[in-house]
Nanobody, 114 residues
């Protein structure tokens, strides 16, 4: 199973960025997917999740600014991030979940300058 995150980078506050996660090695459409983030010295926190039925859930800190989506045909999951803030700076990780199974990607760095 492989999860390859990409799309991170440096952006100014107020800007937008989309991170992507390419999945291989599993029947993707049967997994829930989530994005987490981890800032230096802090724990890894849930940012957004999307179920197999495309129901979505967001952390309060990003609700209304971020949008998670999935493309089962391409085995991709996306996180569109708008109105970015310096406190959004972190390494962003994608995660697959199905029952007791879970798989993590390697992360992509997002840095928001003030």
């Amino acid at each position: 199973v492989q999860l390859q995150a990409s799309g991170g980078g440096l952006v100014q506050a107020g800007g937008s960025l989309r991170v992507s996660c390419a999945v291989s090695g599993v029947f993707f459409s049967t997994y829930d997917v989530a994005w987490y983030r981890q800032a230096p010295g802090k724990q890894r926190d849930l940012v957004a999740s999307i179920t197999t039925n495309s129901w979505t859930n967001y952390a309060d800190s990003v609700n209304g600014r971020f949008s998670i989506s999935r493309d089962n045909g391409k085995k991709m999951v996306y996180l569109q991030m708008n109105s970015l803030k310096p406190e959004d700076t972190a390494v962003y990780y994608c995660k697959l979940v199905k029952g007791s199974q879970n798989y993590w990607g390697q992360g992509t760095q997002v840095t928001v300058s003030s």
